[in-house]
Each structure stands twice: as C-alpha cells, then as structure tokens.
C-alpha cells in the first residue's frame, strides 16, 4: 500500500506562486508513475500534470503548460509542482496520484493511489 500526502496549498495573489508536494510512503517510489490533478468546486477532476518512473519524461494540461512544472525527487521519495502565474481558475484542491508503472499516465482512471488534497486559492 502506498500512502500520499499533498502539501504546500494555501491562498496566493493572481500572478504568485506555490509549491506543490506529495510524500510517498509505503512502497518503492521509484517504479511509480505520478500524476497532479485538481477539482475546483462543481466541477469534476480534472488533469493537471504528470511524470514518469524515471522522471525524464512529462506531460502537462494545456490550461497549465509554461507555468507549471512537475519534477521528483527519488532520494526524498516526493513529487513537486511548482505552479507560477497562478490564475483565479486555478483555484481548486490538488490531488496527488501513484501507480506502478513504466508507462506516462494522463487519466485518473490510470491511477491507484490518491491523496487527500490540499486546497490552493487564487485570488484576483
């Protein structure tokens, strides 16, 4: 069983930064594909950014690519997103997603492992 566990969400001003991270614990993170998605109020969740086992290879949401950026750190067992330009429509609680496998993984029925979330609010 591997468990998740988001932090570094809270309130920035449009244009500001944050940065996402999500703990991994239980497993060998190494072999895991990781993911980034989000669900802002009534809406449902959607795709935000994803990485690879490796990390040499990545893929973004066109409503995020050039401001965010997904990386991980294999020695700390923890994936980033660093978020910058943030935007009102950020807004939303980001998820953090793992399953093992070699494959790039774009779609939330792909994944295993969630984490609770944590909220990032964006105001204008």
């Known amino acids: 069983q591997v468990q998740l566990v988001e932090s570094g969400g809270g309130l920035v001003q449009a244009g500001g930064s944050l940065r996402l991270s999500c703990a991994a614990s239980?497993?060998?993170?190494?072999?895991?594909?990781m993911g980034w998605f989000r669900q802002a109020p009534g809406k449902e969740r959607e795709f935000v950014a994803a990485?690879?086992?490796?990390?040499?290879?990545?893929y973004y949401a066109d409503s995020v690519k050039g401001r965010f950026t997904i990386s991980r750190d294999g020695a700390k067992n923890t994936v980033y997103l660093q978020m910058n330009s943030l935007q009102p429509e950020d807004t939303a609680v980001y998820y953090c997603?793992?399953?093992?496998?070699?494959?790039?993984?774009?779609?939330?029925?792909?994944?295993?492992?969630w984490g609770l979330g944590t909220q990032v609010t964006v105001s204008s």
């Open positions: 997603a793992a399953r093992p496998s070699i494959l790039l993984l774009i779609t939330a029925s792909q994944y295993h492992y």
């Open positions: 239980g497993r060998t993170f190494s072999n895991y594909a």
């Open positions: 990485i690879n086992w490796s990390g040499d290879s990545t």
